[in-house]
């Protein structure tokens, strides 16, 4: 079976310091891998993807993601957080025999403080 | 990337009642797809729309209760029959950019039932 895991519910952060949100998975062979944010009453927003390639992704608003295989981690990252950034991110992965589905992660809400 | 329109946004509905949710998509696409996300909860698949055949419903999920149309490229609805309480969630529809890109979602719908 394929999932991921986000194992905070929630990560606080001053404004102007680098923040992670973790994600690790569990998807036999190569990954396809997603980072999503939804802001407060919006649908998801796709924010990066791991295919291939270099394990450093970068993706929208300033945001990338790491790709670790040895530790089955995808992790969020961005060197300067802000107020902004507050949001719920979800981890995703996507079915290698199904590409219709996806399995999201339990959502992580990131608080960025002023 | 496509752009996604969800009607309504949000609702509040009496128990018993069905509510249909629309979405219209700015481009053909073969496959929509219908998500639930249940307070304080991550996203769950409830069914592939494709054009020109019947829907494939999630395990948990079954037409009665979430019939799905789908009359062309661009559009689909989804409608939630016979609410009760348990049915107050946020509907997403997605549609599916590929392999690269994975899912674009609307904006959600937010339902309350009472």
Known sequence: AQSVAQPEDQVNVAEGNPLTVKCTYSVSGNPYLFWYVQYPNRGLQFLLKYITGDNLVKGSYGFEAEFNKSQTSFHLKKPSALVSDSALYFCAVRDKKNFNKFYFGSGTKLNVKP | ?114
Request: aromatic content about 10%; glycine content about 8%; proline content about 4%.
């Open chain 2, 1 to 114: 990337s496509a752009v996604i329109s969800q009607k309504p946004s949000r609702d509040i509905c009496q128990r018993g009642t069905s509510l249909t949710i629309q979405c219209q998509v700015d481009s053909q696409v073969t496959m929509m797809f219908w998500y639930r996300q249940q307070p304080g909860q991550s996203l769950t698949l409830i069914a592939t729309a494709n054009q020109g055949s019947e829907a494939t419903y999630e395990s948990g999920f079954v037409i009665d209760k979430f019939p799905i149309s789908r009359p062309n490229l661009t559009f689909s609805t989804l409608t939630v029959s016979n609410m009760s309480p348990e049915d107050s969630s946020i509907y997403l529809c997605s549609v599916d950019l590929g392999q690269i890109y994975g899912y674009t979602f609307g904006s959600g719908t937010r339902l309350t039932v009472v």
